[in-house]
């Protein structure tokens, strides 16, 4: 006899009518597929020889079907023997993810030992569009990296700009001790040139280990502060006195380092400072007065200093002479050549800072795809010289998970999946439809006589118009890559185009990088021109998506599709 069960924990019922909706579940970005949720809902009859059993049964029901993150299975089959249709472990993932029983009803009861009932589960599963098209494959610890820039530019013309977003990974990996703050270091961006990566990063770990929210600062400097300074500031002042003829000199600030640079490398830079603004040379005769250095001991890797010295004001006849006592205003400060300074996502002395996504390159990925290029990831300090970043392989799709500590990997990201052309410039979001009209021709007339029947006649042939509408929007650098519109969908040997409305906005810069967010929507409007049978010689079909790879055209199967009065 057939089979058609559904368990759930150790309760299993035959079910007698079930619907399952599915739904995708993308990352904050939009475009990041994370996973897709289930929905079943079952109603059925479940019946037992005697009350004593009838009771046992709703004691198992109150046991198993409202305790959420037990192993469910669908199974049917025309015979004894039944297939696996749908079924999840939920060992390692946590309930936000399911299975999520739902309410449990007895709509029915007849003579204390039968029951009609209805019930529903939700559970959500990680996702990834490969070929396999597996919903239990994972290859990737990372679901998605949403990022969003602010930028604000002062009146002098620099730039601060802060950085934020969220990463998501899933719980087997929270399982496997890799919570997201494992992977903050995909979260930083390289540092800009001239800019310098302020203190405060910020990495907030959800409760149950798989989301981090993260956010940091970085702003631009008129001269870099020598490597490896990482804070601080410095002043030079010169006051003339004694009617011009005597200048006095002063040198002050602070400069911070991370706990790894010695105190000895900051007193390095400070001196060659002191250098580079006090003008020793032949033409001023510098009397030093006092030198002031204090240290931060338990406390930031800091040292404040302060030097002072004076000399006689004028040079021949002119005390203002730029030769003498302002000589060194203006000069580059040593080791300032514009290199970025930061601080990694771990501490550190601000080097090797360039994992995650250069901004102004967005990527496409479905899950799948790790956030990288091709290249490799350098390592964070005190945590092994490099790192690996999940990919896919080409050859078998498996996982190759690594993080801080592991060897370095090639990151050639395959996905067969998406198309060449959203790897080049990613579709934000692409929506086309068809509409079709089928006017059968038919006319009623209504005879005079009481009683009398009225006639049906075709009067002419069926006419079908085609209406084919849709939108696109594209991140690219130009318009030539942004978004086309596609040509209607059928060509002028079977439909003729009566109008064409094509419609384009203004493209939207994103964030800080060179690429704009185009759109353009298209309305067409279509009548067809050839013999019309029945339905399936218009080929109704799906229209196609740029962001998949080329493949056969979804047309539907003609008994699947309305008959036209008349047809058969």
Known sequence: MPVRTITYGGFTFDFNRMTVDQQPRYGDNGIDQTGIAYTFNVEGFLTAATTTAFLDILTKIQCYLNKPRLAFAVRWGETTAADTWFSVDPSGDDIAWGPLPGEFKMQEIFAGRAIRYSWSLKVELKRCWDNSCSPFQRPSDVLSISRKYEHQVGPDGLTARTVSGRLEVTANSVQAGKTADYYRYLCMLPVPAYFQRDAGLSFSTSADGRFMDFSYSETEKNWTLPAPITSGSARFRVAISQMGAR???????????????????????????????????????????????????????????????????GAGADPLSPQAVYATFGNRPPNSNGAAQGVGAYGGDGQNVTSGVVAGAPAPYDSCVPPGTNGTQPGQPGLGPTVTIPVITANNGQNNTGGPGGNTTDISVVNTGISDDHKAAPYVAYYEELSFEIDNGYAVFYPKVAGAAPVVQRTREPKVMIIQCGYAQRDALTALDGPVMPPPFYDNTKAILHRASPNTSTPVPVGASPYNRYKISWNYLMEWKLPLINTADIGIAYPDDPRRPPGAVNVIVSTNLPALLGEG
């Not at 250098?275 to 002031?292: C, I, K, M, W, Y």
């Not at 250095?293 to 930031?300: K, V």
């Not at 404040?304 to 006689?312: L, N, P, Q």
């Open 247 to 313: 200048a006095d000199y002063t040198l002050s600030g602070t400069f911070n380092a991370p706990v790894s640079v010695s105190k000895s490398q900051i007193l390095d830079q400070i001196l060659q400072l002191l250098q580079n603004r006090f003008p020793l040379n032949d033409a001023v005769g510098l009397v030093p007065t006092e030198r002031s250095l204090e240290e931060d001991i338990y406390g930031s890797n800091s040292i404040t200093f302060s030097f002072s010295a004076w000399s006689a004001a």
